[in-house]
């Protein structure tokens, strides 16, 4: 019931946050090097960057460095069915292996993409970036 209580108000906002995302997006510069955050790294924001770099290279806009991290422990590799599931979708994250969100990598994006709000709010608190410079994946849909 808890979870149906907070996904009912976030579903609702959806469609109004989405405008809101892509018009501030519309509106900044175009980024030169973008940033994908999730918790471990391992999945998601691997999946997530590569899906974008892919796109951004098929659109032409392939001078777009398009990088992931997270933050837990480095060096952590996707398990089996992650990579099968990112295969069937041609990514292929075999040579992956988590990479911890440090100061610098925060600093050096542009755009930064996250999955959940907490990660947005701890990417703002930790590294002072504006709210500005990170967005919702789920945001974007």
Same mark, same amino acid.
């Given at each position: 019931m808890l979870t149906l209580l907070r996904r009912v108000?976030?579903?609702?906002?959806?469609?109004?946050?989405?405008?809101?995302?892509l018009e501030a997006l519309a509106a900044r510069r175009p980024p030169s090097?973008?940033?994908?955050?999730?918790?471990?790294?391992?999945?998601?924001?691997?999946?997530a960057a590569a899906l974008l770099q892919r796109e951004l290279d098929r659109r032409g806009s392939g001078s777009v460095l398009?990088?992931?991290?997270?933050?837990?422990?480095? !060096?952590?590799c996707p398990p089996p069915h992650?990579? @099968?599931? /990112? +295969?069937?979708?041609?990514?292929?994250?075999?040579?992956? !292996?988590?990479?911890?969100l440090v100061?610098?990598? @925060?600093? /050096? +994006?542009?755009l930064i993409v996250v999955m959940e709000e907490a990660q947005r709010r701890s990417v703002c608190e930790?590294?002072?970036r504006a709210v500005r410079d990170v967005v919702l994946l789920g945001d974007l849909d």
């Open positions: 108000p976030d579903q609702l906002l959806h469609r109004s946050r989405r405008r809101a995302a090097r973008v940033l994908v955050v999730c918790n471990g790294n391992v999945f998601r924001s691997p999946f398009v990088e992931s991290a997270g933050f837990s422990a480095p !060096g952590r992650a990579i @099968a599931a /990112a +295969a069937r979708r041609g990514i292929d994250l075999r040579g992956h !292996g988590s990479q911890l100061a610098d990598l @925060a600093r /050096a +994006a542009d930790r590294f002072g």
